[in-house]
């Protein structure tokens, strides 16, 4: 499929049946497979052939859909897990263990951001946070002789911030280390942060790879040009024998191509688990096959909106990097011509009070901590997911009592818009 449009990906990558065969992605709900001979099954726990023992590990179902977004994205191999949070947690530790070091933006998902910095701090692994806008002087400066990552958000969640991949990508090539690259919000239909110097790329397959709130999911994806046998030193988990496999060294067996994706299904998932059900994968091929129709009108209502907000005035500020006004809308022209995603947020110039008629007063868009779906959905942290925090707490975390977060679905925007005048209106 390598040669195809991208809209063709989405439809046909990952899972050519053959004569005979469904032409729909199979569900392979099962736990197990039978072998006719224990010497077949000892091969796969050899990792001397390939094929499937245990669903725990691989399931035919999650690699086709795998293999996809692998093709999606331009990598040469990939794998599902159970969340957006696990493909960042394994895309991490694959490569990091207790006393080292990671460099990440400050602007990203609120989940990842207490996963690097108290989850992974108590297994003994640091980070050091820097600006998305940082410029190369001091990103240098964050890197340490033990630092094994870099990572980032193409388009961060909720601040909408737009990291400089090429940037990062070359600050992290001069230490030596991979670029991981969170690219859930613009998905390779708006950007393929490979192409632009990347590693490894994860998803929330959650989010618009899903696209209707049906089944929840992660997916990380290996560019398979990062040389790691070159700097051997630093990832001895690559590039040494692993004594649970009979010594197999995953860098020498695999090649740049596979031993990142290899490791991480049979040594991490083995002992972590953090796969997706069968049936998951299932809905979420449903999902990319539209993909490619879903994210232009997400992008279509996500600046209609925006561009409606912006002129409102009761609407203090509005954060979306396809304004003219915003700070990353030269950033974003590079990184995503064709646009980035449907999320919007804005700031209510009467505050608190202000944001909860406003909420009180929507219509089509529902109140949820979700993101990214066929439906419009809305929240207002402070009242929601941050409600614990003062005033001033709610500040220092970057979302304000007056901030409301909306995700544009795939509704008519003319409606959205009127949902959201009535809202503002309602407000005295």
Not at 205 to 217: F, R, S
Not at 322 to 350: D, N
């Amino acid at each position: 499929m390598k040669n195809y449009h991208i809209g063709t990906k989405c439809v046909q990558a990952g899972y050519t049946p053959k004569n005979g065969e469904p032409r729909q992605v199979p569900i392979i709900q099962s736990t197990t497979f039978k072998y006719d001979t224990s010497e077949e099954m000892g091969k796969l726990f050899d990792l001397e052939a390939s094929g499937y023992f245990y669903t725990r590990l691989q399931n035919p179902t999650n690699d086709y859909v795998a293999a996809k977004i692998a093709a999606l994205e331009g990598g040469s191999a990939a794998m599902l897990t159970s969340s957006g949070q696990a493909a960042n947690f394994f895309a991490l530790f694959n490569i990091c263990e207790c006393g080292d070091h990671i460099v990440a933006s400050s602007s990203i998902y609120g989940g990842t951001y207490n996963l690097i910095a108290v989850t992974m701090k108590k297994m003994g692994i640091d980070v050091t946070f820097v600006s998305p806008d940082a410029d190369e002087a001091e990103l240098n400066a964050a890197f340490q002789d033990n630092t094994k990552a870099m990572f980032g958000e193409t388009i961060a969640n909720p601040a909408l911030t737009v990291l400089d991949i090429e940037l990062f990508a070359r600050v992290a090539h001069a230490h030596n280390v991979p670029l991981i690259v969170d690219n859930t919000f613009p998905t390779p239909v708006n950007c393929r942060p490979i192409e632009w110097g990347a590693d490894i790329v994860t998803h929330s397959t959650t989010k618009y790879m899903d696209g209707h709130g049906a089944a929840v999911g992660g997916a990380i994806v290996d560019a398979g040009r990062f040389d790691w046998m070159a700097h051997a030193d630093k990832f001895p988990g690559l590039c040494t024998p692993d004594d649970s496999y009979h010594g197999i060294i995953y860098a020498e067996k695999f090649g740049k191509e596979g031993a990142f994706i290899t490791k991480c299904t049979v040594q991490l998932m083995r002992d972590l688990g953090s796969i997706p059900s069968p049936n998951s994968a299932f809905l979420l091929n449903l999902g990319l096959e539209s993909l490619h129709v879903r994210m232009p009108k997400h992008v279509e209502n996500g600046q209609a909106v925006a561009e409606f907000l912006e002129a409102h005035p009761k609407v203090a500020y509005v954060n979306y990097p396809g304004l003219a006004s915003s700070k990353y809308h030269e950033r974003a022209k590079k990184y995503l011509p064709k646009g980035g995603c449907g999320v919007v947020s804005f700031g209510l110039k009467g505050g608190r009070e202000a944001a909860s008629t406003f909420m009180k007063n929507l219509k089509l868009g529902a109140i949820e901590t979700h993101v990214a779906d066929a439906r419009t959905c809305c929240l207002n942290p402070a009242t929601s997911t941050h409600r614990q925090l003062t005033d001033e707490q709610l500040i220092e975390a970057g979302v304000p009592a007056e901030l409301i977060r909306i995700s544009l679905g795939i509704e008519d925007k003319e409606d959205l818009i009127a949902d959201i005048a009535n809202a503002l209106d309602s407000i005295e």
